[in-house]
Nanobody, 125 residues
């Protein structure tokens, strides 16, 4: 089982950038699909981006396409989310997730088996 720890969240102004990191433990990381989800206050957790084990395929929510980029470094058991042109509506707790299989239903929470504790991101207007 992969264990996940997020970092890199914080307070940023409208239009700013942040880079989130997800550090994974476990030898299986490099074979696992990975994803980022987020949960804004009073809202349900939603899909942000996902990546296959080889980084050959990435998927994004429409709301972040062109602004966010997901990547991974299997040698360092690490995944990243580069967030540019941040908006106040991006304010949320960001979670990383993993699963042995990259499902066609990658946008659904139920298809991810392991989760981190989350890192908060606040974008001020």
């Amino acid at each position: 089982q992969v264990q996940l720890v997020e970092s890199g969240g914080g307070l940023v102004h409208n239009g700013g950038s942040l880079r989130l990191t997800c550090a994974a433990s476990g030898r299986s990381f490099r074979t696992y699909a990975m994803a980022w989800f987020r949960q804004a206050p009073g809202k349900e957790r939603e899909f942000v981006a996902s990546i296959t084990w080889s980084a050959g395929t990435t998927d994004y929510a429409d709301s972040v396409k062109g602004r966010f980029a997901i990547s991974r470094d299997n040698a360092k058991n690490t995944m990243f989310l580069q967030m540019n042109s941040l908006k106040p509506e991006d304010t949320a707790v960001y979670y990383c997730a993993s699963n042995p299989i990259y499902s066609n239903g990658f946008m659904y929470i139920s298809n991810w088996s392991a989760w981190g504790q989350g890192t908060p991101v606040t974008v001020s207007s």
